[in-house]
């Protein structure tokens, strides 16, 4: 099994609501990410989580949310959006995130819309 | 501060011709570059990476070229097929020594193959 799984798919939210994003991974990865990526852009680095620790928070804000609660599990809880946060959400895994350049496994994404 | 800058924005190609897609860097301490390809609707999927201590790896119809001295790398794409039509990120990241850094991207290249 080689996938990162993500769920939903795709997400409408109003700006007061509070919703979570969930990835999942099944490879024995022991670092995962969360990335922001804006139509024909590239993705944009959010956090970074290294054996359930996050290790790397790319200055964003507090209305995202991250949380790593097994090696397999990867949330992003939302609260607050602005229309401006409406993007697709990539997740993706590597073997071990312990500082060797390894492949990164990317999630379909959930496409955000925040109204 | 763009840290890798790509290009062409985008490119159309004849099916059975050569794609060529360039980046350029600006920070030494990369040591890792992966191309990725992207279709819509999809994350970013892993095509072929290089470390600096090559200068070319040729994977099937894809190529990358390795210029350490410029800080340049290109990927070439053989007999260009329809199915290649995708968004082309190049991409780099670094041995930080004891934690995932993830990757900095560069803004992709849009490839279109005509039949």
């Known amino acids: 099994d080689t996938e990162v799984t993500q769920t939903p798919k795709h997400l409408v939210m109003g700006m007061t609501n509070k919703k979570s994003l969930k990835c999942e991974q099944h490879?024995?990865?022991?670092?995962m990410y969360w990335y922001k990526q804006k139509a024909k852009k590239p993705p944009e680095l959010m956090f970074v989580y290294s054996y359930e620790k996050l290790s790397i928070n790319e200055s964003v804000p507090s209305r995202f949310s991250p949380e790593c609660p097994n090696s397999s599990l990867l949330n992003l809880h939302l609260h607050a959006l602005q229309p401006e946060d409406s993007a697709l959400y990539l997740c993706?895994?590597?073997?071990?995130?312990?500082?060797?350049?390894?492949?990164?496994?990317f999630g379909s994404g959930t496409q955000l819309s925040v109204l | 501060q763009q840290q890798v800058k790509q290009s062409p924005q985008s490119l159309i190609v004849q099916k059975g011709g050569i794609s060529i897609i360039n980046c350029a860097y600006e920070n030494t301490a990369f040591d890792y570059f992966p191309w990725y390809q992207q279709f819509p609707g999809k994350g970013p999927a892993l095509l072929i990476a290089?470390?600096?201590?090559?200068s070319e790896k040729k994977e099937g119809r894809f190529t990358i070229s390795f210029n350490k001295s410029a800080k340049q790398f290109s990927l070439h794409i053989m007999d260009s097929q329809p199915g290649d039509s995708a968004t082309y990120f190049c991409?780099?990241?670094?041995?930080?020594?004891?934690?995932?850094?993830?990757?900095?991207f560069g803004k992709g290249t849009h490839l279109i193959i005509q039949p």
């Open positions: 290089i470390r600096p201590d090559v």
């Open positions: 991409a780099a990241s670094r041995d930080s020594g004891g934690g995932a850094d993830g990757l900095t």
């Open positions: 993706a895994s590597s073997r071990s995130g312990q500082g060797v350049n390894e492949k990164l496994f």
């Open positions: 490879m024995g990865h022991r670092a």
